[in-house]
């Protein structure tokens, strides 16, 4: 089984809309992420949890909002989406402190906004 | 705006040749790690340079760091077919508490 799973892997939603897309983890790791990836831009930060009482907003948190319910589980929503959030969503995970904090990737949810 | 810029943005090789994919950031790091994403699927990291540390090989990857020229380059030797994908640098800034922040990418296809 894969060790951080995305849910749904793809979406296709209207203006408007809410929409959660969620995230879980077997990796035991404390700190999680939210990336969306737009052709030529490369993965830009949302939202980010340090632990279960920890969230951060990232480089582009506008439009979004996070919950971590668990160790192991990470949403975000669009309270309302638009056009412009069509994009691919990727979950991450790391492990806390050290020097050494390579990213686990989740496979990817495909949200398009009509 | 993006930390890490890549170059080129897109190298096309035939296989057994070499391929070298470069990465310029703004500001200090602890360290610098490279990623590699196979087409609309998730990064799957490849290896990791500490700030302290000029070259690393991980099997046919080899990585260099300069940070005086803040700057990396990605070495795949005698590339494959399945070495097709697009590849990211992505910086650990210091005072960033462990975020990372990618460039743009090196899309990479590789020909028989």
């Known amino acids: 089984d894969a060790d951080v799973t995305q849910t749904p892997r793809n979406r296709i939603t209207k203006t408007g809309k809410r929409i959660m897309l969620e995230c879980s983890q077997t990796k035991g790791h404390d700190r999680m992420y939210w990336y969306r990836q737009d052709p030529g831009l490369g993965l830009r930060l949302i939202y980010y949890?340090?632990?279960?009482?920890?969230?951060n907003k990232g480089e582009i948190s506008d439009g979004y909002s996070v919950s971590r319910q668990a160790q192991a589980k990470f949403s975000l929503s669009l309270e309302s989406a638009i056009p412009n959030q069509t994009a691919l969503y990727f979950c991450?995970?790391?492990?806390?402190?050290?020097?050494?904090?390579?990213?686990?990737f989740g496979p990817g949810t495909r949200l398009t906004v009509l | 705006s993006q930390q890490g810029e890549e170059d080129p943005q897109a190298l096309s090789i035939q296989e057994g040749e070499n391929a070298t994919m470069n990465c310029s950031y703004k500001t200090s790091i602890n360290n610098l790690q490279w990623y590699r994403q196979n087409s609309g699927r998730g990064l799957v990291h490849l290896i990791l340079?500490?700030?302290?540390?000029r070259e690393k090989h991980s099997g046919r990857l080899r990585v260099t760091l300069d940070t005086s020229k803040k700057s990396s380059s990605l070495l795949i030797t005698a590339s494959r077919a399945a070495d097709t994908a697009s590849y990211f640098c992505?910086?650990?800034?210091?005072?960033?508490?462990?975020?990372?922040?990618f460039g743009t990418g090196t899309r990479l296809q590789v020909t028989l």
């Open positions: 992505a910086t650990d800034g210091t005072g960033t508490a462990s975020k990372l922040t």
């Open positions: 991450a995970t790391s492990v806390a402190g050290g020097d050494y904090n390579e990213q686990f």
């Open positions: 340079i500490r700030s302290n540390e």
């Open positions: 949890s340090f632990d279960v009482k920890d969230i």
